[in-house]
């Protein structure tokens, strides 16, 4: 009697064992590049409950397939990891769907006339975003109200530089719940069209609170990891938030603040004059010039918060590592992972202090190809040698991780790829790369905007590699970026979109 009750239990647990081994999805006959060292390449990938169950060659996932497994053919096409983008303005994407695209205005008369359309259609409504750039424009003369005033009498208008560095923001209201849940679910379907299935936003507390109410009503279809302004920190600490704080959908703990300006608008602050305006370096936020900077930062990190610094110029970097020395020296050590967001002109001296300290060089690649048309005008060719350097980042055994600033530049993981590839610019002029020594391989821009952005908000367990037990976030695409011309890439698209094993987009 014992031994088949023993024989009884032996058969219920095998059968339990069996029946959670079936897959909810299966994916087969892909070329599945995992990024992950142990084994990089498969052919098919199993999914149960949002996670990923097996990886490995269609005949051993073939196992996981019952009788409700949904089964699909990939037929040779590309899978990655999900793509994860290390620096976006979310919201404000989303309102610029909403609103008016003045990026590619070539001319005044251009920028009028996308006004003029968007008054007709919305009188009454304010006009934002807009992201214009003068250096497109013949003589490239900054905006004027007078452009416009015959097409808005009756329209109110706050269209920012795309670097959002030169506009006043203290008249535009704030906008109404509603206004901001239509946003998010417009930038949402962005993200999804792009692969993009995890966002590190650059967030208020607002924002915040409307990815929380998307959650639950389960319309997210992208993951945030939000960057909140570093002057709140102690309202995280007093919380006893610390980073990563939060779960598979909303965390948060990563503190963000300012320490110089743009390229665009001559105010990175750089060691040396601007080549363009030899009357300035750039400047310093206040910030940084009456303490606060460095005092919140000691504090911040004190509490178990992550610090992520915009630094653009030379100089700005470098007083940025500076400040990360002091508080390795001054605070109890642990993991921190510094962030130093865009790392854009680095001085040679300091490239080994990034990886001496851990910083994460939080890049988003395709500036290169859009400022290398007017970079050198502002500072010379030379300091543009270690401009957007991906390669030295790398060989100097930094950690680099990648994404869009979107809005500044286009969510699409794929042109950054592009971009690194190959630092075409976008006008054409550099067909061979504009200082080709800084171009990296595809696989290496692919790990920035998959493990390496996990790694960079404390997730590389979690996401970022298509290995058992992470979540199954993925991607499939038209072409084969890894063995297709790299001057195809930018052509390149996604076909379907995967997160936590739910497919959110098919082309």
């Known amino acids: 009697m014992r031994l088949l009750l023993m024989t009884c239990t032996l058969l219920t647990v095998t059968i339990a064992l069996s029946q959670s081994q079936i897959a909810d999805i299966v994916f087969l006959s892909g070329k599945i590049w995992t990024v992950d060292k142990a084994k990089p390449e498969a052919e098919a990938v199993a999914v149960l409950g949002g996670r990923i169950l097996s990886v490995g060659s269609s005949a051993d996932v073939r196992k996981c397939i019952g009788p409700k497994t949904k089964v699909i053919d990939l037929k040779g096409k590309r899978m990655l990891p999900g793509f994860i983008d290390n620096h976006t303005h979310f919201m ?12 590619y205005a070539k001319s005044e008369a251009e920028f009028a006339n996308l006004i003029r359309q968007r008054a007709e259609k919305h009188p009454d409504r304010w006009i934002t975003g807009g992201d214009w750039d003068h250096d497109n424009w013949p003589g490239g003369n900054l905006p004027v109200k007078e452009l416009i005033d015959q097409y808005t ?161 030379d100089s700005a970097n470098s007083l940025t590592l500076d400040l990360f020395e002091k508080i390795t020296r001054t605070n109890p050590a642990w993991d921190r992972r510094f962030r130093i967001e865009h790392a854009q002109h680095i001085h040679p001296k300091d490239f080994q202090r990034f990886a001496k300290l851990g910083v994460i060089a939080s890049v988003q690649p395709y500036h290169a190809i859009d400022d290398g048309r007017w970079a050198e005008k502002r500072i010379g060719h030379d300091r543009c040698k270690t401009t957007y350097p991906f390669r030295t980042f790398l060989d100097d055994g930094v950690k680099m991780c990648f994404g869009s600033d979107w809005t500044v530049g286009p969510l699409n993981p794929i042109l950054g790829i592009y971009a690194a590839v190959t630092r075409r610019t976008i006008d054409g002029a550099n067909p061979n790369g504009w200082f080709p020594e800084q171009r990296i391989t595809v696989k290496e821009a692919i790990e920035a905007y998959t493990i390496n952005c996990a790694y960079a908000v404390f997730e590389e367990n979690e996401k970022g590699s298509i290995v058992a ?24 698209s996604v076909e379907m979109t995967v997160v936590g094993g739910k497919i959110v987009h098919t082309k």
Request: glycine fraction near 8%; charge should be negative.
């Open 469 to 492: 037990g992470k979540m199954a976030d993925l991607v499939v695409l038209s072409d084969d970026i890894l063995s297709i011309d790299p001057v195809k890439i930018e052509t390149a």
């Open 153 to 313: 009498m009756s329209t109110p208008v706050f269209v920012n530089r795309y670097d959002g560095h030169m506009a006043v923001y203290a008249k535009v209201p704030d906008p109404s719940e509603q206004e901001m849940l239509e946003a998010a679910r417009l930038a949402l379907s962005e993200a999804r069209r792009y692969g993009v299935t995890s966002i590190q936003d650059v967030s208020s507390g607002s924002d915040v609170r409307i990815y929380q109410m998307l959650r639950d009503k389960g319309e997210l279809t992208s993951r945030f990891h939000c960057r909140l302004p570093l002057s709140q920190w102690q309202h995280l600490a007093a919380t006893g938030i610390r980073v990563p704080f939060g779960d598979e959908w909303v965390r948060l703990g990563s503190m963000k603040e300012f320490a110089d300006g743009s390229l665009g608008s001559s105010t990175a602050l750089f060691f040396e004059p601007f080549t363009s305006d030899p009357g300035t370096r750039g400047l310093a936020m206040d910030v940084v010039l009456d303490g606060r900077f460095e005092r919140w930062s000691l504090a911040a990190d004190r509490a178990g918060l992550q610090l992520s610094i915009h630094a653009i110029g």
């Open 92 to 103: 404000s994407g989303g309102f610029q769907l909403q609103s008016v695209d003045l990026r």
